[in-house]
């Protein structure tokens, strides 16, 4: 399976504290990107980050990639009651064929 | 405002009896997937249109079958749904493959 990995599979954190999220993959990629899930409902893209891209932000978050070592991760800042949910990283393999495999998801809770 | 749209939300079946899951989409994007998502698990692509093209994942079961009428309109179709095929049913779109993707609210399939 070329599934990405995320660690940790589930993560508790005070409300306003920061929240790492890591995924690591085993292809070399176009892009990778992060999704969030609210549960029981469907995926919202955050943000997209290319091979050739070694950081991006956008708000309260903060996407590193390291393609030598086939990971990234998320940041989350100032985290809100609302950011409980899972999320997922995705990455586009360089072998051209159209479409994401997604990681195995992390289940974030803020606890207020 | 465009959007991704699946109907039902919920669908209850009896095991063997043929289900159709719809997915629209006003953001006239080349490209739609449906993925199947078991609990506490990573969405599964199953198969996946660019344009016109039917690209079907190699372990997609052949009781699933999809049709693209035309670029607004997919669907998924389950041709004899066992115990196991209980899963949120996700359709995704996207306007250049392999990259951000929009995603429906889902369909919960529930099959007795």
């Known amino acids: 399976s070329q599934q990405g990995e995320e660690d940790p599979q589930a993560l508790s954190i005070q409300e306003g504290e920061n929240a790492t999220m890591n995924c690591s993959y085993k292809?070399?990629?176009?892009?990778l990107q992060w999704y969030r899930q609210n549960s029981g409902r469907g995926l919202v893209h955050l943000i997209l980050?290319?091979?050739?891209?070694r950081e991006k932000h956008s708000g309260r978050l903060r996407v590193t990639l390291d393609t030598s070592k086939k990971s990234s991760s998320l940041l989350i800042t100032a985290s809100r009651a609302a950011d409980t949910a899972s999320y997922f990283c995705?990455?586009?393999?360089?072998?051209?064929?159209?479409?994401?495999?997604f990681g195995t998801g992390t289940r974030l809770t803020i606890i207020p | 405002d465009a959007m991704v749209i699946q109907n039902p939300r919920y669908q209850v079946t009896q095991f063997g009896k043929p289900v159709t899951l719809s997915c629209s989409q006003t953001?006239?994007?080349?490209?739609m997937y449906w993925y199947q998502q078991k609990s506490s698990q990573a969405p599964k692509l199953l198969f996946h249109y660019y344009d016109k093209d039917f690209n079907n994942e190699a372990d997609t079961p052949d009781n699933f079958q999809s049709r693209r009428p035309n670029t607004s309109f997919c669907f998924l179709d389950i041709r004899s749904p066992g115990l196991g095929d209980a899963a949120m049913y996700l359709c995704a779109t996207s306007q250049i493959a392999g990259e951000t993707q929009y995603f429906g609210p889902g369909t919960r399939l529930l099959v007795l």
């Open positions: 995705a990455t586009e393999s360089n072998f051209g064929n159209e479409k994401l495999t």
């Open positions: 980050i290319r091979s050739n891209e």
């Open positions: 292809t070399s990629i176009n892009n």
């Open positions: 953001l006239n994007h080349n490209v």
